[in-house]
């Protein structure tokens, strides 16, 4: 009986040892939890360059020409604003929708296109979570609105200096991860607010443009990180 109780224990102590050396696994949930935890705390630990890139290219659809290939352009960042609260960074209608999910912080760039004569302002919204980012993406309208999302950015000495509130014309959108990515587009050079509703092209242009930026600087924030990998192995 002892010899038997003893090989019990020395099994359990041999179990209990192997456990401490082999590597380390995570579950499938804690990997997910990982993951979403990258992604959220980008907006404080990427360079502000890295989440509002230098130039950005898009297409104007060869639609609007009577067919034929796409027209590249790019736009180049204008400059970038300190971090704001979420209130003082959109519209009330905006921040009210912002608010009810926990808004934690509005992140904004503005860029210019090639001609000089358009420019986005491109807001980055926090929120706490990827349900809460859906929520108030849901409670925006939906598609391209004449409503302004976010508060526009001119910075003096550069080529988007006149472009103030009254400018904006179209916005657009996009729930990528824990952010809520808003952009208002309109002209850079001061004229007044046209109606593009009878110009296709300037209509399009300014679509292009604001979707250009604002799902390049979606996509990076909200890009799957890598899987986790589990300390003392190669892989969970």
């Known amino acids: 009986m002892g010899l038997l109780l003893g090989l019990a224990g020395l099994a359990v102590a041999a179990l209990g040892i192997t456990h401490q050396v082999m590597p380390r696994t995570f579950s499938p949930a ?12 980008r907006w404080q630990s990427w360079p502000a360059g890295q989440i509002f890139p230098a130039r950005v290219s898009y297409r104007v659809p060869g639609a609007v020409f009577g067919g034929g290939p796409d027209l590249r352009l790019a736009a180049q960042r204008a400059g970038i604003a300190g971090q704001a609260h ?21 992140l904004r760039a503005t860029y210019d296109d090639e001609t000089q004569t358009l420019a986005v302002t491109v807001g980055v919204a926090v929120l706490p979570s990827t349900a809460a980012a859906r929520d108030a993406f849901r409670a925006l309208p939906h598609g391209v609105s004449l409503r302004p999302s976010v508060t526009a950015v001119p910075f003096r000495h550069t080529l988007v200096a006149r472009f103030a509130d009254s400018r904006r014309q179209l916005s657009r959108e996009w729930v990528s991860g824990p952010y809520l990515v808003l952009a208002a587009v309109g002209y850079a050079d001061g004229r007044p607010w046209l109606p593009t509703g009878n110009d296709s092209y300037v209509r399009a242009e300014m679509m292009s443009l604001a979707s250009g930026v604002g799902q390049s600087v979606a996509s990076g924030l909200g890009a799957q990180p890598p899987q986790p990998h589990c300390p003392g192995s190669p892989g969970c």
């Open 30 to 41: 804690q990997r997910q939890q990982i993951m979403a935890w990258e992604v959220l705390k």
């Open 86 to 106: 979420c209130h003082d960074a959109t519209p009330a209608a905006i921040a009210r929708v912002l608010a009810k999910s926990r808004c934690l912080a509005v």
